[in-house]
């Protein structure tokens, strides 16, 4: 049973700066699998902010390019996201999945941007 354990969320003013971790345990193996960041604000759609190939290839939705950063460390099993320059728009809670999602969701880290 593979779990997915999000952390590092929190409340910053706009242009601050954060950093997520995805923990990973159970048959999942990042070295082997394409990983994502997701982000969902409340009223709106789940969406993919970026993504990490196995080979370490990273893409980013244009709304987070030039701010935000997906690594991953295989020894450790775990997905980073760095985030800066943060806007009152990425205010959302945050999760990590395979891309495509296929693993049950973790339950997220809140992320709130305001002054």
């Known amino acids: 049973q593979v779990q997915l354990v999000e952390s590092g969320g929190g409340s910053v003013q706009p242009g601050g700066s954060l950093r997520l971790s995805c923990a990973a345990s159970g048959s999942i193996f990042l070295s082997m699998t394409v990983m994502g960041w997701y982000r969902q604000a409340p009223g709106k759609q789940r969406e993919l902010v970026a993504s990490?190939?196995?080979?370490?290839?990273?893409n980013y939705a244009d709304f987070v390019k030039g701010r935000f950063t997906i690594s991953k460390d295989n020894a450790k099993n775990t997905v980073y996201l760095q985030m800066n320059s943060l806007k009152p728009e990425d205010t959302a809670g945050y999760y990590c999945n395979t891309l495509p999602a296929k693993v049950a969701w973790g339950q997220g880290t809140q992320v709130t941007v305001s002054s």
């Open positions: 990490i190939i196995s080979r370490g290839d990273t």
